[in-house]
């Protein structure tokens, strides 16, 4: 009987040491699809003086968001239907193709174009290392590596500003691009030679039809987001067609959605409470999470003084929060299987967070602002990871890839709903206040000012603009306190359903509300 134990470990050991290796270049591949649009923020400035294309600069973003979103829900569909692992490096590989050509490009025509081959890489990136790591490790397991998650955020967020600033002022702005080359090829390398997953290869033709209007909504959706109150006035005839446009493309995808053989995106997911609740969830957090990662850095640097050179830095507080809690959160999740009150927690804190930083204004210190954003990465913390672990343990395994994919898809367009809706509500308050502050007064550069310019102006005028924008910064943060809210309120609705791996109770077929979770995890000794 000893021996056999001791035979058992000796197995158990090499395939615990490769599940880590392929960890490591999973959190590669992460890091690499959250860095990338940190690092060409900071070298845009001096892409546009070599490239030109003012006119089109948002694009370079946007053709990468769209694509990103867009080939999100199909690259997870493409990973349940023929394997995991070569979908995977194939959006590696198209990633690391996007990025060749990014570097390479002559004009802003060029450049935009290959953003958007980038951008299709990039989505195919975030589904298959959330869905991998559903085939390799059971949910109850999962939760010690939601501090690993949460610290590639945190790093991508922190250090992309001060690598895309170092990197272009020593190298140029294309090695922003061709950074990510020598990372995704040592990422392509380790998954290649240590990943072994269950081969598949399904007879069910793709679902094109569902994937072509799922894209045609998802873009108009984007667009919408993107272009309203900026590049077109929200009554504008664009806008209004582009949600005519997406609202009847999103309704024939449900349509064509019931009657594909493979659809790209199941309906049936969503009849389980737990899953349905997860999308809301991550919906929210996408929504809260990105507008204060925006106004936050705008705040301090416009109002506060603060450089803009580390604009990373003054995140930490928040970032710091949520990478601890996150990990806290996991290790209980792993060592108790119960994770009801965390979604709750996370909510509250979200709420109470946003309320707090709502409340700042010219007189606020950094310490004090340092305290709020502390409180609001808690409750991030609480829900970063746990929505993704809940989602995937409420689905069979066959639908690993789809809940993935449609738990990121979601987690996406509330990034943008909330860039878009708080920047609205934040533009239009430090308009209406400058406008009664300054009355007659000379009008300020359409642009954000940093604190070198805020200097130069007079008295009276910087006063003004800063007591502008704690005033956006206060009716943005309230807007996201209030949708916050619908958060925690969805939270108190989830079912603690027991988690795979936690015991002889994964094992049940669930139950008649469809909160079970079925099916049974690839062993780590695949890998």
Same mark, same amino acid.
């Given at each position: 009987? $000893?021996?056999?134990?001791?035979?058992?470990?000796?197995?158990?050991?090499?395939?615990?040491?490769?599940?880590?290796?392929?960890?490591?270049?999973?959190?590669?591949?992460?890091?690499?699809?959250?860095?990338?649009?940190?690092?060409?923020?900071?070298?845009?400035?001096?892409?546009?003086?070599?490239?030109?294309?003012?006119?089109?600069?948002?694009?370079?973003?946007?053709?990468?968001?769209?694509?990103?979103?867009?080939?999100?829900?199909?690259?997870?569909?493409?990973?349940?239907?023929?394997?995991?692992?070569?979908?995977?490096?194939?959006?590696?590989?198209?990633?690391?193709?996007?990025?060749?050509?990014?570097?390479?490009?002559?004009?802003?025509?060029?450049?935009?174009?290959?953003?958007?081959?980038?951008?299709?890489?990039?989505?195919?990136?975030?589904?298959?290392?959330?869905?991998?790591?559903?085939?390799?490790?059971?949910?109850?397991?999962?939760?010690? /590596?939601?501090?690993?998650?949460?610290?590639?955020?945190?790093?991508?967020?922190?250090?992309?500003?001060?690598?895309?600033?170092?990197?272009?002022?020593?190298?140029?702005?294309?090695?922003?691009?061709?950074?990510?080359?020598?990372?995704?090829?040592?990422?392509?390398?380790?998954?290649? $030679?240590?990943?072994?997953?269950?081969?598949?290869?399904?007879?069910?033709?793709?679902? /094109? &039809?569902?994937?072509?209007?799922?894209?045609?909504?998802?873009?108009?959706?984007?667009?919408?987001?993107?272009?309203?109150?900026?590049? /077109?006035?929200?009554?504008?005839?664009?806008?209004?067609?582009?949600?005519?446009?997406?609202?009847?493309?999103?309704?024939?995808?449900?349509?064509?959605?019931?009657?594909?053989?493979?659809?790209?995106?199941?309906?049936?997911?969503?009849?389980?409470?737990?899953?349905?609740?997860?999308?809301?969830?991550?919906?929210?957090?996408?929504?809260?999470?990105?507008?204060?990662?925006?106004? &936050?850095?705008?705040?301090?640097?416009?109002?506060?003084?603060?450089?803009?050179?580390?604009?990373?830095?003054?995140?930490?507080?928040?970032?710091?929060?949520?990478?601890?809690?996150?990990?806290?959160?996991?290790?209980?999740?792993?060592?108790?299987?119960?994770?009801?009150?965390?979604?709750?927690?996370?909510?509250?804190?979200?709420?109470?967070?946003? #309320?707090?930083?709502?409340?700042?204004?010219?007189?606020?210190?950094?310490?004090?602002?340092?305290?709020?954003?502390?409180?609001?990465?808690?409750?991030?913390?609480?829900?970063?990871?746990?929505?993704?672990?809940?989602?995937?343990?409420?689905?069979?395994?066959?639908?690993?890839?789809?809940?993935?994919?449609?738990?990121?898809?979601?987690?996406?367009?509330?990034?943008?709903?909330?860039?878009?809706?708080?920047?609205?509500?934040?533009?239009?308050?430090?308009?209406?206040?400058?406008?009664?502050?300054?009355?007659?007064?000379?009008?300020?550069?359409?642009?954000?000012?940093?604190?070198?310019?805020?200097?130069?102006?007079?008295?009276?005028?910087?006063? $003004?603009?800063? #007591?502008?924008?704690?005033?956006?910064?206060?009716?943005?943060?309230?807007?996201?306190?209030?949708?916050?809210?619908?958060?925690?309120?969805?939270?108190?609705?989830?079912?603690?359903?027991?988690?795979?791996?936690?015991?002889?109770?994964?094992?049940?077929?669930?139950?008649?509300?469809?909160?079970?979770?079925?099916?049974?995890?690839?062993?780590?000794?695949?890998?």
């Amino acid at each position: 009987m $000893a021996t056999t134990i001791e035979q058992e470990q000796e197995v158990q050991e090499p395939q615990k040491r490769s599940v880590r290796v392929v960890l490591l270049a999973l959190m590669i591949a992460m890091l690499l699809a959250m860095l990338d649009n940190m690092i060409i923020g900071t070298a845009m400035p001096t892409i546009v003086g070599e490239l030109g294309g003012l006119a089109h600069l948002s694009w370079v973003v946007t053709a990468y968001t769209l694509a990103t979103a867009a080939s999100t829900p199909i690259w997870g569909k493409l990973g349940d239907m023929y394997g995991r692992k070569a979908t995977f490096l194939t959006s590696i590989v198209i990633f690391l193709i996007g990025s060749a050509l990014s570097g390479m490009a002559q004009d802003m025509g060029q450049l935009i174009a290959f953003r958007a081959v980038q951008g299709l890489g990039a989505g195919g990136l975030m589904v298959g290392v959330m869905a991998i790591i559903g085939d390799l490790i059971p949910p109850r397991e999962r939760g010690k /590596y939601q501090g690993m998650m949460a610290g590639v955020m945190a790093l991508a967020m922190i250090g992309g500003p001060l690598v895309g600033g170092t990197i272009t002022d020593n190298w140029g702005w294309r090695w922003s691009f061709y950074i990510n080359l020598p990372l995704g090829a040592l990422a392509l390398v380790m998954v290649t $030679a240590v990943l072994h997953l269950p081969k598949k290869r399904s007879k069910a033709r793709i679902d /094109y &039809l569902g994937a072509g209007l799922l894209t045609v909504g998802i873009t108009s959706i984007v667009l919408v987001t993107t272009w309203g109150g900026s590049e /077109y006035a929200w009554g504008s005839a664009m806008i209004l067609g582009l949600i005519g446009l997406g609202i009847a493309a999103l309704a024939a995808f449900l349509r064509v959605q019931t009657t594909a053989a493979e659809p790209i995106m199941p309906l049936h997911i969503f009849r389980n409470r737990n899953f349905s609740l997860m999308s809301v969830i991550g919906f929210l957090t996408g929504f809260v999470m990105f507008g204060a990662v925006l106004f &936050l850095p705008l705040y301090q640097q416009s109002v506060q003084g603060a450089s803009a050179t580390n604009s990373g830095l003054l995140l930490l507080p928040m970032l710091v929060s949520m990478m601890i809690v996150s990990l806290v959160a996991g290790r209980v999740t792993t060592s108790t299987g119960r994770y009801k009150l965390f979604p709750i927690m996370g909510g509250a804190l979200i709420v109470v967070g946003l #309320f707090l930083l709502s409340q700042m204004d010219t007189g606020t210190s950094r310490l004090t602002s340092g305290v709020y954003m502390a409180v609001l990465g808690a409750g991030m913390g609480f829900l970063m990871q746990i929505t993704m672990l809940v989602a995937q343990n409420s689905v069979e395994m066959k639908d690993m890839g789809v809940a993935s994919s449609s738990t990121t898809l979601f987690r996406t367009l509330g990034s943008s709903f909330g860039v878009a809706i708080m920047g609205a509500v934040f533009n239009s308050r430090v308009e209406d206040e400058m406008a009664a502050r300054t009355a007659g007064g000379p009008a300020l550069p359409n642009a954000q000012l940093d604190a070198d310019s805020l200097e130069k102006l007079p008295d009276a005028m910087r006063e $003004a603009y800063q #007591f502008a924008v704690s005033s956006g910064t206060h009716s943005a943060f309230l807007i996201g306190a209030s949708v916050a809210v619908v958060a925690f309120v969805a939270a108190l609705f989830v079912k603690e359903v027991p988690l795979k791996g936690a015991g002889p109770k994964d094992r049940t077929d669930g139950d008649a509300d469809g909160d079970g979770s079925r099916g049974e995890p690839v062993s780590a000794g695949s890998a």
